[in-house]
């Protein structure tokens, strides 16, 4: 074993999760997709069932490590919502409806939650700067 490194048994293990997480993802992108497909008297072929499910897959890894790239960016080791704002800024609908459930989720935060979450002005501003993209 390496010093510092994973061993191959670790390592197999992590490939082994993280195809199960593929399949789980794969499978779920696939039911949505039928179940929409159904609700508007629609049927999908198998192989572009197929290819919606790969391409929904690339698009999570491709938008998880963005979120990785913003929070290290902004001097953090966690994703937060801006995060996840600011990564749909090229879809002005998307991030409304964002912005929109953040708030919503922020309004359902328990008071004592918020009295214990204190930030700074700086980080008000960003926040704000974030939340209206143009």
Known sequence: MEGGGESDFEREEDDAATELLRDRFRLSTISIAEAQAK?????????????ISELAFKFTEQLAKDLELFAQHGGRKSVNMEDVILSAHRNEHLAASL???????????????????????????ATTSVLHIS
């Not at 609700?39 to 290819?51: F, G, L």
């Open 39 to 51: 609700r508007n008297n629609m049927e999908i072929s198998q192989p572009i069932m197929a290819c």
């Open 99 to 125: 912005r929109s459930f953040c708030n919503e989720l922020k309004v359902k935060e328990p008071q004592t939650e918020r009295k214990r979450k204190k930030t700074s002005r700086k980080e008000d501003k």
